[in-house]
T-cell receptor, first 113, second 112 residues
């Protein structure tokens, strides 16, 4: 079984530039999550999808962050424009349904200079 | 608001020792609790998931317990090995909000 695939693994951009992250969940997993993880901290939820519907985006900074999950499979998270404080690891996870074990990708480490 | 705390933040033990990692949560309305392992530069790997109706779960040398009334979960690692060195995170799924809240993790080092 292929795991959750994220790309790119690393991204370095200058502030005010746009950036996008891509995630392909495990086949058959209906629930997809985007988390943000700062160094030494646990992940914090940005958005949760049930199929193609964003069911919890209450912690997504909508002035600069956007996400989509067209066709309820892979997903893209975008930041425009990026700020220095956005430097972190962005993790994607999926599960069969909400409440079942989460499977995480290896994350994208974003550095904003 | 659910808060999840893990103490200690770091732990170093000699190989072969049995150890316990602690996780406490403020909201007893918890649907389940999960324990994860994270290696440096990697994502999280699910170790054990305990439903609110369960008291414990076991997988190999790992045993996780859940006490909703006291707001605590523990992860017991038997006969620790250097390969167990990683950061261990617990996360509680709130029945009220549907949100999975993570602790900050305990970084474990097992010395040969």
């Amino acid at each position: 079984e292929a795991g959750v695939v994220q790309s790119p693994r690393y991204k370095i951009i200058e502030k005010k530039q746009p950036v996008a992250f891509w995630c392909n969940p495990i086949s058959g997993h209906n629930t997809l999550y985007w988390y943000l993880q700062n160094l030494g901290q646990g992940p914090e939820l940005l958005i949760r999808y049930e199929n193609e519907e964003a069911v919890d985006d209450s912690q997504l900074p909508k002035d600069r962050f956007s996400a989509e999950r067209l066709k309820g499979v892979d997903s893209t998270l975008k930041i425009q424009p990026a700020e220095l404080g956005d430097s972190a690891v962005y993790l994607c996870a999926s599960s069969v349904r909400d409440g079942s074990p989460l499977h995480f990708g290896n994350g994208t480490r974003l550095t904003v200079t | 608001k659910q808060e999840v705390t893990q103490i200690p933040a770091a732990l170093s033990v000699p190989e072969g020792e049995n150890l316990v990692l602690n996780c406490s949560f403020t909201d007893s309305a918890i649907y389940n609790l999960q324990w994860f392992r994270q290696d440096p530069g990697k994502g999280l790997t699910s170790l054990l998931l305990i439903q609110s109706s369960q008291r414990e779960q076991t997988s190999g040398r790992l045993n996780a317990s859940l006490d909703k009334s006291s707001g605590r979960s523990t992860l017991y690692i038997a006969a620790s090995q250097p390969g167990d060195s990683a950061t261990y995170l617990c996360a509680g799924l709130s029945s009220n909000t549907g949100k999975l809240i993570f602790g900050q993790g305990t970084t474990l080092q097992v010395k040969p």
